[in-house]
């Protein structure tokens, strides 16, 4: 049984950037396909990024289009923490942000996954 923890959200201008950690506790964290989610106010929540884990080959990395060439997701294996970096922040990017662990292939479909923290606020001033 993972908990995740997400911090480093807060208020940033538009075309800021910001990173995101979600620590990890308990679980094999090495072994987790890591995802990041959203969900701004009055919508769903939405697929943002993966990265995968495989013991014979590279992480692979999946992202939504709306934050393609943005936001870039990475992990630290040694630290069981995955980040989200942002940049080039919009408002309507806007929303609070879930991190997310699955067991098995990866997947950018919420219901796929096992584990998930309690979610941090980012907010993009215009």
């Known amino acids: 049984q993972a908990q995740l923890v997400e911090s480093g959200g807060g208020l940033v201008q538009a075309g800021g950037s910001l990173r995101l950690s979600c620590a990890a506790s308990?679980?094999?964290?090495?072994?987790?396909?890591m995802g990041w989610f959203r969900q701004a106010p009055g919508k769903e929540r939405e697929f943002v990024a993966y990265?995968?884990?495989?013991?014979?080959?590279?992480?692979?990395?999946h992202y939504a289009d709306s934050v393609k060439g943005r936001f870039t997701i990475s992990r630290a294996n040694a630290k069981n923490t995955a980040y989200l970096q942002m940049g080039s922040l919009k408002s309507e990017d806007t929303a609070v942000y879930y991190c997310?662990?699955?067991?098995?292939?990866?997947?950018?479909?919420?219901?796929?996954?096992?584990?998930w923290g309690q979610g941090t606020q980012v907010t993009v001033l215009s």
């Open positions: 997310a662990a699955r067991e098995g292939t990866a997947r950018d479909d919420l219901s796929a996954y096992d584990f």
């Open positions: 308990g679980g094999t964290f090495g072994t987790y396909t």
């Open positions: 990265i995968s884990w495989s013991p014979w080959s590279a992480s692979v990395t």
